[in-house]
């Protein structure tokens, strides 16, 4: 299925693990800084991305990148992606493409509120 490039949402999981990991900061920190730089992209909470032990996740819907492992050190590359700069490769590369995929198909189904 061919996807729009456009990134309209950044979903940030803040379930148990990726919280662990600091996932919630990353999401506050990622609002303030679209905020300040007055982008009207949505920064919002995710329930589970289902790929816990390699968080914190986070995905651009629809375009469909989606960054593991993300560090507070990488919210530079992230935000500069997002306002239409390169996608971070080195975020991307443990992605399991089915399991991207099948978190895509759900988003684009609405059975998730986004
Ligand atoms: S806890 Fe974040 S992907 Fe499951």
């Known amino acids: 299925m061919s996807r729009s490039n456009e990134i309209r949402t950044c979903l940030v999981c803040t379930n148990v693990d ?9 999401l506050d920190e990622i609002t303030q800084r679209l905020a300040v730089a007055g982008n009207s992209i949505q920064v919002k909470s995710y329930l589970c991305f ?5 968080g914190p996740n986070m995905v651009l819907y629809p375009e469909g ?3 593991m492992g993300v560090q507070q050190s990488d919210v530079d590359e992230i935000i500069a992606h997002i306002q239409g700069g390169e996608p971070v490769s080195r975020l991307t590369e443990k992605v399991d493409p089915a399991l991207r995929d099948l978190i895509l198909d759900i988003l684009e189904s609405g059975m998730v509120e986004i």
């Open 18 to 26: 990726c919280a662990s990991r600091g996932s919630a900061q990353l």
């Open 50 to 54: 289902g790929a816990c032990q390699d």
């Open 65 to 67: 990148t989606w960054y």
